[in-house]
Each structure stands twice: as C-alpha cells, then as structure tokens.
C-alpha cells in the first residue's frame, strides 16, 4: 500500500500499533480541513508493526499529547519535500488542556472554566495525576 | 504566595519548625499574645466544620488578630455561582490570611493559586487535611519525645482516611517509624500509598484484620471510623464494625504508655469508658491541633512578610 509523499507538512512515525487512532483524536486531526492519513499496522524492523500519522500542512503539533500516548514516537517535520526536522518525543513532566479528570469529587468537576491539568508522577509506569485531586488519569 | 494545602508542602525542618514554635507557645502563650494584632484570617468554610472552624479562630485570637468569616455556605457567594477563584481574589482583599474548607477536592489549591495572600488548606474533600496531621504530629512528639523507633498503629478505615495517608506521609520522614496497618480487607491502605511512600523508602510494615493481635506492639494507636456507607453491603459492615471498636478489654494487652488518637468526630469507635484512661490522647489532639495551627499562621504571615 502506498501513500503519497508530503511536500510540507507533519509526520508522525514510529507510534506503537494501534495507538494512531487515540492520538489522531487527541490532537484534534478531526477537525483540520487538510488530508491526514492513518497508517496502520506497518510493518517495522525496529518495532514489529507500527502506525503513522501524515499531515498535508505544515501546522504545529501539540508534543505533550504525542508524549503522552506514545512517548518514543518521532515527530518529522518536512519542507518542500525535505526532512527538515527529526525529533523523538519524550513523556511531558505536565499535560495541560489534553485529558480530563473523571473523579467527580475534583474541582473540576464543578468548575469548569480551570484548566485541567496533570503532573507526571510515575515516569517508570507512566502515571499522570490531576494536579487538583491527584487522581491518576485512566 | 507561600500556601499549606498538603503536608508535602511543609519540609521535615519546617515541621520541626513548627512544633518547637507550637512548644514555645504552650511555654510563653503571652509573648505571642500580640504577634499578630490588626491582622485578620479569613475563614472560608464552604461545608460544616465546627471544631476545625472553631480551632482556626481561636487561634488566631490568640495570637492577638482577628477574624473574618461567612456565616454559612448557603449564604455566601458561591451560592450565588461566584467561583472558588473569585472568591479568593475577593477575600484577599479583606484579609491577610485564608483557612478554606471546601467539599471539592483541589479546591484550596485553586484558591492558593488566586489569592494575593497565604492560604491554609482547611480540609479539601477527602484529599488533604495538612493541619490535622500538624496536631497528630505534635501529640506523638508530646506523649512520646520523639518520632524515631516508635511503631505505629494505625486502625479502621485505611483506604479512604485522609489524615492516615499525610500521617503515613510525615512519619515515614523519620528514622526507624514502623507502620502495623489495621483494617478489614476492604478497607486497606491503597497500594500507591505502600508503593510510593512506605516501599520506595523500604519503610517496615505489616498489615492486620485484627487489633487484638496488632495492639501489644503498638506505641501509637490511631483510630480511625469504620463507616457504613464505605461497604458494598450492609453484611459486611455489621460482620467487622464491631472489630474496629477500641474498648477496655482489648486495652488490656497494650502497653502501659501507648498512646491512643483519633482525628476526632468519634461514633462508637472509641468506648466512652476509655476517656479516663490515660493514654486517651484525642482530646489533648484537638488542644495541640490548635497551638500548631498558630505555629502555622505565624509561620505564613512572616514569611509573607505581613508580621
């Protein structure tokens, strides 16, 4: 199967199997009016399988997301056909504005103009607390 | 702005701190008779909280200032919609210092984050209770000398007791504390608080369904309420409350000086014939409750730079 190669824009690479539809969602790809394609389940020397995220537009991705769902996926930026950029993403030390705190006893819950905010406090079992209730993030 | 809003915002030395501060205030209480005049605590209690209201406001009589206050939740702005930031921002205004009280957990940290002035976290829902630890603290430091070698049992309901995790928390700082956790299976300390705190600290503990078995180790019993509304079923609850309830007979095998908390409303927990043993510390835990909350607001206002 083949996908056309960019001319500017975004790839994402290097995401475990099966988890390009979950950032394809949290970074709100839905809603961009550009071609985004989802490939999944691409055969990977280094992983097995992998899934990959190509965006037709040179717009800013948000890193905490990718770092959140996936940390060890790289972010390729490409410019008139070139790689301009190559960066593996890391696990955010904070996650603001990304996930939202389900405890109902929180904060947040009832006031929902706060930013919902988390901390990384387990980077070994990739633990995110709401920094409000510290409630770890499902 | 420095704010209290969980006992892992005050460092071993400020606990330290405000103990001997508390100390001093027992020993000399007129020397702090006027440490704190025209200075106002603003009390923000958004849910019933008799003692702890009250504990706040005494102390800050006692240190010579004043204090301001809604009079019930109902009445206050937040009835009217007005956010828990709104109303810091507001009540930074009129005063220098804030205790809050809030049902919702975060909320003092929303109101630390928004308040020009220091802010003391009053009881957050259950999430964090920092002041009832401070008066937890400096009864064991004043039954018992100090923290080190001591084991302590705590007792009841380990899994959703807040002032059980701080204390587990400030006592795990100190060398040689060992922990006899005391509860029916349902209601165990949480494995994040073993794993993170008691585990990555290689602190020694040993988990018990019975208090009898537990009690003859014991220097500390802290006793916590078994409640009813925390099983799945009302079986279960009629099968272990009565475990859980402190009363002479299971006195007898304990130690001659251990001493007995509890972070107060009892029910039934505690047998009313034990008062008048003494090793019953839970009333003399209101009193240091209150000489360490001074300590705190005293700490606060200077390092503001309001005193």
């Known amino acids: ?138 | 702005m420095r704010s209290v809003i969980d006992i892992l915002d005050l460092t071993t030395e400020e606990l330290e701190g405000l103990m001997a501060t508390a100390l001093d205030i027992v020993a000399r209480p007129d020397d702090y008779a006027e440490v704190c005049r025209r200075k106002k605590l603003a009390t923000l209690f958004f849910e019933p909280s008799t003692r702890t209201r009250m504990s706040f406001e005494a102390a800050m009589y006692e240190l010579g200032g004043n204090v301001i206050s809604m009079s019930s939740a109902a009445s206050s702005s937040a009835a009217k919609g007005e956010s828990v930031a709104d109303t810091a921002k507001v009540v930074s205004c009129y005063a220098d210092i804030i205790a809050i009280r809030h049902p919702k957990e975060g909320a003092a940290l929303v109101a630390a984050e928004n308040a020009d002035v220091p802010v003391i976290n009053a009881g957050d829902g259950g999430h964090c209770h920092p002041t009832q630890t401070l008066a937890d603290l400096l009864t064991i430091r004043r039954e018992k000398g100090a923290f080190e070698g001591l084991t302590v049992g705590l007792c009841g309901d380990l899994k959703f007791g807040r002032t059980v995790h701080s204390l587990i928390n400030a006592l795990s700082r100190y060398r040689d504390v060992r922990f006899v956790l005391i509860s029916p299976e349902e209601l165990k300390v949480p494995s994040y608080v073993k794993r993170d705190v008691l585990k990555k600290q290689g602190i020694p503990y040993q988990q018990t369904t019975s208090l009898e078995d537990a009690i003859p180790d014991l220097d500390i019993l802290y006793m916590t309420r078994v409640q009813r509304e925390r099983f799945f079923n009302e079986e279960d609850y009629l099968r272990l409350k009565d475990s859980y309830i402190l009363t002479p007979e299971k006195l007898r095998g304990a130690k001659k000086d251990m001493a007995i908390l509890h972070p107060l409303p009892r029910v039934n927990e505690i047998s009313v014939a034990i008062d008048a043993d003494p090793r019953a510390c839970y009333f003399k835990q209101v009193l240091n409750g209150k000489f360490m909350r001074m300590a705190l607001i005293l700490m606060l206002l200077k390092e503001a730079g309001t005193i």
């Open chain 1, 1 to 138: 199967m083949n996908i056309d190669s960019i001319q500017n824009g975004v790839v994402i690479d290097h995401i475990t199997a099966g988890n390009g539809m979950r950032l394809y969602s949290l970074l709100g790809l839905d809603n961009l009016d550009v071609s985004v394609a989802i490939i999944k389940n691409v055969v990977s020397r280094k992983m097995g399988k992998k899934d990959i995220i190509k965006i037709d537009a040179d717009i800013p991705v948000d890193f905490q997301v990718i770092g959140y769902v996936d940390p060890g996926a790289t972010l390729n930026i490409i410019r008139d056909g070139k790689l301009v950029s190559k960066q593996a993403v890391e696990m955010p030390d904070r996650l603001t504005g990304v996930i939202r705190c389900y405890n109902p006893r929180c904060i947040t819950s009832t006031e929902q103009e706060l930013k919902q905010i988390f901390k990384l406090t387990d980077r070994e079992k990739r633990v995110y607390r709401c920094i409000y209730c510290e409630t770890a993030a499902k």
